[in-house]
């Protein structure tokens, strides 16, 4: 979203009020955001609080002042990069897929060859009616992506399907189609993530200090990159990325049990989790009581990596290695040792690489030693960088 232009069209649905976060959600994510109401929605919403949100005069109807308006349309129409209309009634439905262009918004959403994003909103009679569905249909066959209504209590005290999606997921939808390619179109790729928690007892246990950050990112752009993906993922504090299939999981012996069962299926698989090296031996069934000293003795984890390696047919394979010394050395010889077509290494021991932070600064390693080495980057940088590399792989 950073310094992307959004144009939100908010048209006369009670849900016109979400509108103000969904707007105030676009700029906190870096955009640069101009509202243009139709004139039933401001007696919603005054104009004014869109003004103040946005920092941008809103557009309303402009017949009254024509000498601006033949510009102003025109305008809006080529600075955008992308419209929301949200909510999307099912007059500004009807006027799309119909090529109506009799207010502001109606006229630029035919001027504009940005991309186009509707949020339909409305009684859910209304949403089902043979109409507003054709007319849906016929926009999505323009390749005007269309956001499926919720289901719940309707402003109108019906039950049913209508509801405007919570701004956050509608933020989250367009961000995601922007950034789409189709470079692992057809492909699927499994990623893991977060750092794996082997249980002492019920209510203890082991785990590292993975954010799980840089496999979420990886999963988002391997997503965008047009693969079916699966996040494969020991407990983070993240929110699940758009358009994946998420499998929650907490031990290595859980993870690997889970990524086994894919392998045989898939085209890819990236390990960015911090798999726990040792277990506990015996597991207590129950809380184990305080004492005055006590010794844990940790059995070996099987190395699931090392496993895919071993028994690699037709997948790809890109490891992970977090250092804090020799990070190259290591780093071939754990290519050789696991059998894998990529390595990222990182040195964790730098403030701007690894655990926690943002930011990553990571070196690719390939088979026969070949080396990459990337500057510090974000890690959502990092990962595109990751899923352009598996993509020329
Ligand atoms: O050998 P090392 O632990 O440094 O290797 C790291 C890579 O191996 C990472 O990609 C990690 O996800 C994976 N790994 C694994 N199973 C383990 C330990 C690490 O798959 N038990």
């Known amino acids: 979203m950073k310094d992307k232009h959004i144009v939100v069209g908010v ?6 009020y979400k509108a103000v976060d969904l707007v105030s959600r676009l700029r906190k994510a870096g955009a ?10 401001t007696k919603f919403v005054s104009p004014l609080v869109f003004g103040e949100i946005s920092k941008h005069p809103v557009a309303v109807d402009m017949f009254e002042e024509v000498h601006d308006w ?3 349309h025109i305008a809006y129409a080529t600075w955008a990069d992308a419209y929301i209309v949200a909510p999307a009634t099912a007059n500004i439905i009807g006027k799309m897929a ?9 006229t630029q959403l035919l001027a504009t060859t940005a991309p186009i994003f509707v949020c339909p909103a409305m009684n859910s009679n209304m949403y089902a009616h043979p109409a507003v569905q054709e007319n849906l249909d016929t926009l999505r066959s323009r390749g005007v992506m269309i956001m499926e209504p919720d289901s719940g209590l309707l402003a109108c005290g019906v039950e049913g399907k209508g509801r405007l999606p919570n701004p956050e997921n509608i933020v989250k939808w367009v961000d995601f189609h922007l950034g789409k390619t189709d470079i692992l179109n057809g492909k699927t790729v499994l990623v893991s993530a977060g750092g794996t928690q082997e249980p002492i007892d019920p209510v203890r246990f082991i785990t590292n200090r993975s954010s799980g950050k840089m496999g979420y990112a990886i999963a988002l752009k391997a997503a965008q990159a047009g693969a079916n993906t699966i996040l494969v993922s020991a407990p983070t504090e993240l929110d699940v990325p758009y358009g994946v299939t998420f499998v929650p999981v907490r031990s290595a012996m859980e993870m690997k049990a889970v990524i086994d069962g894919y392998y045989h299926d898939v085209d890819a698989v990236i390990m960015a989790a911090a798999v726990a090296d040792y277990r506990v031996a015996e597991t207590a069934d129950n809380k184990i009581k305080k004492q005055d000293s006590m010794a844990l003795e940790l059995v070996k984890n099987p190395d699931i990596l090392a496993g895919l390696g071993a028994s690699k047919a037709h997948q790809k394979l890109i490891g992970f290695a977090a250092e804090t010394q020799y990070v190259i050395e290591y780093g071939k010889e754990k290519v050789r040792k696991k059998n894998l077509d990529m390595l990222v290494a990182n040195d964790v021991s730098k403030a701007n690489a690894g655990f926690d932070v943002d930011t990553n600064e990571v070196t690719f390693i390939y088979p026969g030693d070949q080396i990459v080495s990337l500057p510090t980057m974000s890690k959502i940088d990092v990962a595109e960088r990751i899923i352009q590399a598996l993509a020329d792989l």
């Open 11 to 16: 048209t006369a649905g009670i849900a016109a």
């Open 98 to 106: 119909n090529g109506i262009a009799d207010d502001m918004l109606s």
């Open 70 to 72: 033949n510009v102003e």
């Open 32 to 41: 640069d955001v101009k509202v243009v109401m139709t004139k039933n929605a």
